[in-house]
């Protein structure tokens, strides 16, 4: 092993302080980041609720269109019917 003097070991001290500081700067950061990206994955789960939901009111509008449709459909056949 080499020989270490005390400037060495007070650099090699220094250089561990910064990067404990800077680590310890970084945790916020780091945990913010956390909670971003599990507000994405939330935010995606709404916008795919939001999406099934709107899908589904999609639907039940054009049954109702159909519904509608037959009913106009059937009366006109019955008017037919009774003109005939």
């Known amino acids: 092993m080499l020989p270490v003097d005390g400037r060495q070991l007070e650099n090699v001290k220094g250089e561990l302080l910064k990067l404990k500081k800077k680590e310890a700067a970084d ?3 780091m945990a913010q980041r956390g909670q971003d990206r599990r507000a994405e994955g ?3 789960q709404r916008n ?3 999406s099934a939901m709107v899908q589904h009111a999609r639907e039940r509008r054009l049954n109702v269109i159909e519904g509608q449709n ?3 459909i059937q009366t006109f056949h019955a008017a037919i019917t009774v003109l005939n």
Do not use: D, M, N, V
Request: net charge negative; aromatic share 0%.
């Open 48 to 50: 795919s609720r939001l």
């Open 70 to 72: 037959q009913h106009q």
């Open 42 to 44: 939330t935010e995606e």
């Open 27 to 29: 945790c916020p950061t």
